[in-house]
């Protein structure tokens, strides 16, 4: 099993930027797809990005290409959100997950591992 735990939100300006990091324990990390999902309240969890096990491909919802990257460091057992250009509808609680699904699966129900989210709080 892989245990996650993510770091890094805070609140945050409109049009500031924010790095979010999750960290994962394991000795195969670097085997599993890895994504980032959000869940503002009242909202289910929805897609924000993913990445593959190599770190070559990846995946973006639509309101965030372009502002967002994602990133992995599997020497570290680490993945990394840079947000930029951020606005109030990014609020929400940030997960990373672990998948052993293709990186272009991106149901939330396809991730088996998830980390504790950290908060994200975008104020106009």
């Known amino acids: 099993q892989v245990q996650l735990v993510e770091s890094g939100g805070r609140l945050v300006q409109a049009g500031g930027s924010l790095r979010l990091s999750c960290s994962a324990s394991?000795?195969?990390?670097?085997?599993?797809?890895m994504g980032w999902f959000r869940q503002a309240p009242g909202k289910e969890r929805e897609f924000v990005t993913t990445?593959?096990?190599?770190?070559?491909?990846?995946y973006y919802a639509s309101s965030v290409k372009g502002r967002f990257t994602i990133s992995r460091d599997n020497a570290k057992n680490t993945v990394y959100l840079q947000m930029n250009d951020l606005k109030p509808e990014d609020t929400a609680v940030y997960y990373c997950?672990?998948?052993?699904?293709?990186?272009?699966?991106?149901?939330?129900?396809?991730?088996?591992?998830w980390g504790q989210g950290t908060q994200v709080t975008v104020s106009s």
């Open positions: 990445i593959d096990w190599g770190g070559g491909s990846t």
């Open positions: 997950g672990a998948s052993i699904r293709p990186y272009y699966s991106i149901s939330p129900a396809e991730f088996g591992f």
């Open positions: 394991g000795r195969t990390f670097s085997t599993y797809t």
